[in-house]
């Protein structure tokens, strides 16, 4: 199935506990909760419409790697932008699969990650994705477009509502 980028919503008031314990704020099946499947369900049918409200999820699928290059540290020298702080991470592989990729990020964060993605034009993904060395396809960049307006959506709200984030790469 992939290795896919799920991120849930806290309240402030919260962030003390989702920082000692972030996978405590992750659903126990994040992908049931992203296709609209019941969780936990070996045999079902997805509604693809996430069941979780999009004010408290954001389901990246596997656009975060073209998310994650875009943003991150080249190798010309670029420092990573703030928005990478949510795209940061990588499974660690083992015999069975994969170790998923957790971080919290507290409301204070979400203020300069929210502002830095509002940067973050269309074109400017579809021209640098071309020239740096994460050298994104023309069809990778259509297919994470839509999901960096979603990361945009949900980040600018999250910085609103004064409210931080935990994230799952896995």
Aim: glycine share 8%.
């Amino acid at each position: 199935m992939g290795i896919r980028y799920y991120a849930y919503a806290f309240d402030s008031e919260n962030t003390e506990q989702v920082l000692m314990d972030p996978l405590g704020f992750v659903s126990r099946d994040p992908l049931a909760d992203a296709w609209g499947m019941e969780p936990g369900a070996t045999i079902g049918y997805p509604t693809f419409k996430q069941s979780t409200p999009e004010r408290d999820m954001l389901y990246l699928d596997k656009a975060w790697r073209q998310l994650q290059w875009l943003t991150g540290p080249s190798a010309e020298g670029r420092d990573a932008r703030p928005a990478f702080r949510m795209f940061e991470g990588e499974v660690t592989m083992h015999h069975d699969g994969w170790e998923s990729w957790i971080r919290a990020l507290t409301p204070a964060e979400m203020v300069a990650i929210a502002e830095d993605l509002e940067t973050i034009s269309e074109d400017t993904m579809r021209v640098q994705g071309t020239t740096t060395s994460c050298a994104l396809s023309d069809s990778d960049a259509e297919y994470a477009i839509p999901y960096l307006r979603r990361a945009r959506t949900f980040v600018r709200a999250l910085a609103d509502e004064g409210r931080g984030m935990v994230y799952l790469i896995g």
